[in-house]
């Protein structure tokens, strides 16, 4: 250890008042990569067309940019768990705006794909990178309740993206992407004012480290990947992301699923996107209870070490049969064939008062959503707690990678079980049939929950030791021997 060269002083840079921009900023730029990806989903029909490709064209290249992004993820993780983290979040995220902006001027598919791909790269940085820094403001005791936050800013930005897309490129598919890029130059102007997060700041054991005004300063090696994979915990928590992302993958079709519903009630197209986007976008609204999954969480933890886990696994497993039913219910509009985007949102507001199908619709999304947004805080919570803080953004990377490729596999067979459905079934029902058939993944995901709280007491226990010992012996040539102790 030496002496700290970002060692916090008092006034204007590193105090409160700074670190609080800092927090701000880094939940609102985690919502924002959520806007980037929510964004494609309304517009998929009037892509194709514009492109004269299929529709399934177009899931592939968002699907693809959902792997991309993953697996992006590692390496950028990787290099900011051994250095500075500040400008690897800056260059993700000019890297992502550029994608935005080629993608609003693309002249043909070759194009779009490209720029969606690189994109992509960018949003890597975004959430990986992003994860590792937030995990280091946190004390244990709030984790839950403070990574519920930037879960839900996430979920936000998905919400928003979802509503950008559908009302502003309803009639120009392009306009959202414009804007996003602006929004994008605009986060990176706002990453210079930053403070710098020192890595292991808010872990109880390394307390007295920076009291002293130590720097914490073991970083990650390639040494670490074995010993990362050999925490039972680890395991568990990254390969259930593949399965829950095969669910949460094909969901980015709800919004196509309540436009056929409103293109079978004779609403034209572009209303029947408008349409798809504000009952998703009023839908998912269940996921601003993720604060709850995040509190609960919290509580449960200081009784038990497998808390979280068992948190996560129960709310997975008990959101089945509320999706199931949400797909089946029908689609009731009070409002007009012909109406302008004003008017579709405040039909449907209105049709949640009038119309007991889509307030019976609203109540089990609202419970569905709930109950899976209790995974979230928790498994990043779990991350952070079963792992020092140098292999953290690495571990969610490889996380991040598994989800990736769920997300993408759940992504392009849902479009494909779409085309086989609707040669035996009608639209809106194969919609319906091919979304609620993919629920049965998040069976093995609750399962491989439960079995992380199982492991997870063990982990976590290992970790605090670890960090126990090096706040005691601060000394980074001794790394190799105090990492045999994580198992």
Not at 55 to 80: D, E, K, P, Q
Not at 127 to 134: I, Y
Not at 136 to 157: A, C, E, H, K, Y
């Amino acid at each position: 250890m030496t002496t700290a060269a970002t060692t916090p002083r008092p006034g204007l840079v590193g105090g409160r008042a700074h670190r609080l921009y800092t927090v701000v900023v880094f939940i609102v730029l985690a919502s924002l990569d959520n806007v980037a990806i929510g964004l494609a989903p309304p517009l998929f029909s009037p892509i194709a067309d514009t492109f004269g490709v299929a529709f399934g064209s177009v899931t592939f290249a968002i699907g693809a940019t959902y792997l991309v992004s993953a697996a992006s993820a590692v390496g950028w993780a990787y290099v900011g768990d051994r250095g500075n983290r500040k400008p690897l979040l800056m260059i993700g995220t000019l890297i992502w705006a550029a994608g935005a902006f080629v993608t609003a001027i693309s002249p043909n598919y070759g194009v779009f794909l490209g720029a969606q791909l690189v994109g992509a790269v960018g949003l890597g940085a975004v959430a990986s990178v992003g994860f590792s820094v937030v995990s280091d403001l946190i004390t244990p005791r709030r984790r839950g309740l403070v990574m519920s936050f930037w879960g839900l800013s996430q979920g936000v930005g998905m919400l928003v993206g979802t509503l950008l897309g559908g009302l502003l490129g309803a009639g120009d598919w392009r306009r959202p992407f414009g804007v996003l890029t602006v929004v994008a130059l605009a986060a990176t102007v706002a990453y210079l004012f930053t403070y710098n997060i020192r890595r292991g700041q808010s872990e109880p054991q390394l307390a007295g480290v920076f009291a002293s005004g130590d720097e914490y300063e073991y970083r990650i090696t390639r040494a670490d990947l074995p010993v990362i994979l050999g925490r039972r915990t680890n395991l568990w928590l990254i390969l259930q992301g593949f399965t829950a992302q095969l669910v949460f993958g094909s969901l980015v079709l709800l919004p196509r699923l309540f436009q056929a519903k409103a293109e079978a009630l004779g609403f034209p197209q572009k209303t029947a996107i408008q349409i798809g986007s504000v009952c998703t976008a009023v839908f998912v609204l269940g996921g601003i209870l993720s604060i709850v999954g995040g509190l609960i969480g919290d509580r449960l933890q200081r009784r038990t070490l497998r808390g979280r886990g068992l948190v996560a696994a129960v709310g997975i497993l008990a959101a089945i049969p509320f999706y199931v039913v949400l797909f089946f219910v029908p689609l009731r509009l009070d409002m007009p064939l012909n109406v302008d985007p004003g008017g579709v949102v405040t039909g449907v507001l209105r049709s949640l008062v009038t119309e007991p199908a889509m307030a019976v619709s609203f109540l089990f999304a609202l419970l569905a959503l709930a109950l899976t947004s209790a995974n979230s805080p928790n498994w990043y919570a779990l991350i952070a707690e079963a792992n020092p803080p140098e292999h953290r953004g690495t571990v969610f990377s490889l996380g991040n990678l598994v989800n990736g490729a769920g997300r993408a596999a759940g992504t392009g067979l849902v479009g494909a079980a779409f085309g086989a459905l609707e040669r035996a079934i009608a639209p809106p029902l194969n919609f319906a049939v091919g979304l609620a058939g993919f629920q049965v993944f998040f069976i093995p995901t609750g399962i491989m929950f439960l079995l992380a709280a199982r492991s997870s007491p063990r982990d976590i226990t290992e970790v605090q030791e670890l960090l126990a010992d090096r706040a005691a012996h601060p000394h980074p040539q001794v790394q190799d021997g105090a990492r045999a102790h994580t198992r």
